[in-house]
């Protein structure tokens, strides 16, 4: 079993910042790829950034230089730092974890919950 919990999420007016953190447990072997995914009101799923297990990141080109992505590898857990936050902003943020469990060593992505990120004045 492998769970994904999202934390960070709220409301915050335009122009502030949020962290989003999101850490993978469980019975697992390794950790792979891991990022964000968010989700606007009435739109569908879009890829926000993603992050290697050994560092390299990708992003949409409507964040880029205003969200970072980062992990810490020895905990499993994955973090986005967003500034600079919009309206456009304002969605459910969702994790991934791209994990290999024991003892198959399968690797599955695993998803959270979501969190909520609202940019209101």
């Known amino acids: 079993q492998v769970q994904v919990v999202e934390s960070g999420g709220g409301l915050v007016q335009p122009g502030g910042s949020l962290r989003l953190s999101c850490e993978a447990s469980g019975t697992i072997f390794s950790v792979n790829a891991m990022g964000w995914y968010r989700q606007p009101p009435g739109k569908q799923r879009e890829l926000v950034a993603t992050i290697t297990s050994t560092g390299s990141t990708n992003y949409a080109d409507s964040v880029k230089g205003r969200f970072t992505i980062s992990r810490a590898n020895a905990k499993n857990t994955v973090y986005l730092q967003m500034n600079s936050l919009t309206v456009d902003d304002t969605a459910v943020y969702y994790c991934?974890?791209?994990?290999?469990?024991?003892?198959?060593?399968?690797?599955?992505?695993?998803w959270g919950q979501g969190t909520q990120v609202t940019v209101s004045s």
């Open positions: 991934y974890a791209g994990v290999q469990t024991v003892p198959s060593r399968r690797e599955t992505n695993y």
